[in-house]
């Protein structure tokens, strides 16, 4: 198996907008010892014909857009590496918005989701997984109305597996964030179930659940 899948702790954590696919992951947190030329990610969005991936230059790292077909449109050079995902994130996120409000739009920015470390082979079918501890909430708040059963899902073709969060019941105060796991779209015998109300306990759950695929235990 390759050795990326089998560290995905160390992968960065990024927050990937609805639709894209990541083909390729190796963005890691340290990358002091890669070599010139080296891909770090590769993400597509095949919908909207967009391919953005990271390649190590000699003193920076280049954030290539190309279309579907690997037509270069265009290169943005980072140096600093602790930008290098803050201007990936915006990248993507810009290409989401200009093709949902086709091209007459204001973009302000990624939303405020869940960073998460998303190993390759998985799309990001949606994602509204904003970055909101449901205990500092007042109970009137209307940040409860992103409280709800459609939160985020990922799919893994290949294993035939869907990783899907929401949380129960939808914008209830009272509710719990859920995760489960399905394989061969049996949603009656989820392979993993768990709820928990904390942010950060979701995100490790999550994470466990893609290394735990990464590794092959759910074949």
């Known amino acids: 198996m390759n ?7 160390s992968l960065e954590p990024i927050n990937i907008p609805s639709g894209w696919f990541v083909k390729y992951n190796d963005l890691t947190v340290s990358q002091d010892n890669v070599k010139p030329n080296t891909k770090l990610i590769e993400l597509e969005k095949q919908r909207y014909n967009a391919v953005v991936k ?18 270069l449109m265009d290169t943005i050079n980072v140096e600093e590496r602790q930008q290098l995902v803050n ?10 918005a200009a093709a949902f ?18 190993p390759q082979g998985w799309t990001v ?5 904003i970055d909101i501890d449901p205990d500092q909430l007042e109970e009137d708040s209307d940040d409860w109305f992103n409280f709800t059963s459609s939160l985020l899902q990922l799919e893994h073709k290949e294993s035939r597996l869907i990783l899907d969060v929401g949380w129960y019941e939808d914008i209830e105060p009272s509710g719990t964030f859920y995760v489960l796991l399905i394989k061969n779209l049996d949603w009656e015998n989820p392979l993993e179930d768990m709820d928990t109300r904390r942010p950060e306990k979701l995100v490790s ?15």
Do not use: M, T, V
């Open 125 to 129: 079918s949606y994602n509204k997984l």
């Open 205 to 219: 759950e999550i994470e466990a659940i893609l290394q735990n695929a990464a590794e092959q235990k759910y074949e």
């Open 87 to 96: 201007e990936l994130e915006r990248i993507i996120w810009k290409i989401e």
């Open 54 to 71: 990271i390649i190590k230059g000699e003193d920076e790292y280049l954030i290539h857009i190309c279309d579907d077909h690997g037509e």
């Open 3 to 9: 050795d990326l899948l089998n560290s995905i702790k």
């Open 101 to 118: 409000e086709r091209y007459i739009f204001i973009f302000e920015g990624p939303p405020d989701y869940l960073r998460l470390r998303i």
